[in-house]
């Protein structure tokens, strides 16, 4: 891993757990010119100042600039809707060094990689998309922690403007926190994230709420089956209503397609159909059985 | 737990379990006229002597008869499908006594409380249905554990006939076991179920299908939340489709609701509903957030 200076731009779940997982694998010793300096920016003061608490961040400010300053690598890990207004920030205030590259670890692609990738190689500078599939329901600083990326998917989408040179150093940063990374375009990772993550997201919370929202009382019978089922729909609101309409056409394709299958499958019911009921459920028991994830990186929570 | 002779029909993952937990609370020793004797029924000669090998039963065999002899309680754990069938078949040979007590594991209530009541009633015996919701997408006596009604609901769904001394038994006999008993009438059971247990199994299948079934190549890049979301639509085909269908018309209600939902869900992105989608999503993570099962007896599995 060969970056020197690391600036985390915003300390949510994934920037703090970066800021951890960096100190702790590479701890930086100015006297004795070893590890990696880690350096985070946060909006509030005392976000900043509970960083500064933690004591694992180099520099902890509100201050982009001084953030970035002389950064070899600058991972954006702010709302995805606020990510280009930063660095237009970071390079009006000439706070970006040419040859720098910058990352992000948003969950959508294509809008996110179209907007900021021009501005950053302007600057002389590169960006790499990143998508570690990393996190949980929990989200905040607070329950950062040094080895979520362990185990972890993270997606790379490269363009063909990509400096291949950047984009090895980004994989190799990844790797080095124990991602396994893959690469996909921007395009390509939206439509496959809309269904593996923004569409199960979607059908948890409209579970709950066709559920819990027509009849509470019916949550004293649920078990194992409904807690899992339903366990992301406990994820934060604002930033998931930004994520989905951030991949809306990906995201209503796939709702669209599963919104079909549904009504097909009410089929099965008004007819009887047993042989179709029977078959649905072999297949997906068949598909779900073959299914193994890269890595157990995001423990089951009540 | 009054109870001094049990016979469990049918050594699937609740039947084993059965004999599991009896023999781990109640240890049965002729000399010394302690615990209590559980015996078992197979229909096949090779599951019946995986049961003599495991020892906890006092007797397991294929005769029906023979093992619901002089039993005072007797639990049909078979597909419920069969349960009648084993009632009649019992009956019958005489082996069922006045005043026994039979109850069952079945997971859908009306119909088989309507079919079996009637019968066991005329034969002097008490019936009383019971709905222990533990398990997981694992079947078998393979996976059978003592502890797996430890904080487990377990619904009972008593009628107007029921005898209320019965009821009483069955009841401490589950708490017994470490369930955490409700009474419910069967028809309330199953439209509960249906929207706690059914609905969330088809959705899991569904989603499943959709994601998978169409693009298997996204597999790659699934994380936790598809995972835990979909971990359900890996239960046994076979048992699952004669419960929605023994179930159908809750389950087509619930089904057809959650469709309703999901096509309105999709306006959320044909016209940019931002404030509507954050309401959907803001909703359910506050009752999911809210809701909490009565103990930990489904462990999460990858």
Same mark, same amino acid.
């Given at each position: 891993?060969?970056?020197?200076?690391?600036?985390?731009?915003?300390?949510?779940?994934?920037?703090?757990?970066?800021?951890?997982?960096?100190?702790?694998?590479?701890?930086?010793?100015?006297?004795?010119?070893?590890?990696?300096?880690?350096?985070?920016?946060?909006?509030?003061?005392?976000?900043?100042?509970?960083?500064?608490?933690?004591?694992?961040?180099?520099?902890?400010?509100?201050?982009?600039?001084?953030?970035?300053?002389?950064?070899?690598?600058?991972?954006?890990?702010?709302?995805?809707? #606020?990510?280009?207004?930063?660095?237009?920030?970071?390079?009006?205030?000439?706070?970006?060094?040419?040859?720098?590259?910058?990352?992000?670890?948003?969950?959508?692609?294509?809008?996110? #990689?179209?907007?900021?990738?021009?501005?950053?190689?302007?600057?002389?500078?590169?960006?790499?998309?990143?998508?570690?599939?990393?996190?949980?329901?929990?989200?905040?600083?607070?329950?950062? @922690?040094?080895?979520?990326?362990?185990?972890?998917?993270?997606?790379?989408?490269?363009?063909?403007?990509?400096?291949?040179?950047?984009?090895?150093?980004?994989?190799?940063?990844?790797?080095?926190?124990?991602?396994?990374?893959?690469?996909?375009?921007?395009?390509?990772?939206?439509?496959?994230?809309? %269904?593996?993550?923004?569409?199960?997201?979607?059908?948890?919370?409209?579970? #709950?709420?066709?559920?819990?929202?027509?009849?509470? @009382?019916?949550?004293?019978?649920?078990?194992?089956?409904?807690?899992?089922?339903?366990?992301?729909?406990?994820?934060?609101?604002? %930033?998931?209503?930004?994520?989905?309409?951030?991949?809306? @056409?990906?995201?209503?394709?796939?709702?669209?397609?599963?919104?079909?299958?549904?009504?097909?499958?009410?089929?099965?019911?008004?007819?009887?159909?047993?042989?179709?009921?029977?078959?649905?459920?072999?297949?997906?028991?068949?598909?779900?059985?073959?299914?193994? %994830?890269?890595?157990?990186?995001?423990?089951?929570?009540?």
């Amino acid at each position: 891993m060969n970056f020197q200076r690391i600036a985390v731009i915003g300390p949510g779940l994934l920037g703090g757990s970066l800021v951890r997982a960096i100190a702790e694998r590479a701890p930086f010793s100015k006297e004795k010119g070893e590890g990696v300096e880690v350096r985070v920016w946060g909006r509030r003061p005392e976000v900043v100042a509970q960083l500064q608490a933690m004591g694992e961040a180099e520099l902890a400010s509100t201050d982009l600039a001084e953030v970035v300053a002389g950064a070899d690598l600058v991972v954006l890990a702010t709302p995805i809707g #606020v990510m280009a207004d930063c660095v237009r920030r970071l390079i009006d205030a000439g706070a970006l060094g040419v040859g720098a590259v910058v990352t992000d670890v948003g969950s959508v692609k294509a809008s996110v #990689v179209a907007e900021i990738e021009p501005l950053v190689s302007a600057s002389g500078a590169h960006f790499i998309g990143s998508h570690p599939m990393a996190g949980s329901e929990k989200n905040g600083l607070e329950y950062a @922690e040094a080895a979520l990326f362990e185990g972890a998917a993270c997606l790379l989408t490269p363009t063909p403007l990509s400096d291949a040179g950047a984009l090895e150093r980004v994989d190799e940063f990844w790797q080095w926190l124990g991602a396994h990374t893959s690469r996909l375009s921007p395009e390509a990772h939206d439509r496959a994230v809309a %269904m593996v993550s923004h569409l199960p997201h979607l059908v948890a919370a409209l579970l #709950v709420e066709s559920v819990l929202g027509r009849s509470p @009382e019916v949550a004293a019978f649920a078990g194992g089956g409904f807690r899992d089922s339903t366990r992301i729909a406990s994820g934060h609101a604002e %930033m998931w209503t930004e994520i989905l309409l951030e991949n809306r @056409e990906a995201v209503r394709e796939a709702l669209a397609d599963f919104h079909r299958l549904t009504g097909e499958s009410l089929a099965f019911f008004d007819d009887l159909k047993k042989e179709e009921l029977h078959r649905l459920l072999a297949d997906a028991k068949s598909r779900r059985d073959g299914f193994r %994830m890269n890595g157990p990186h995001t423990p089951p929570q009540s």
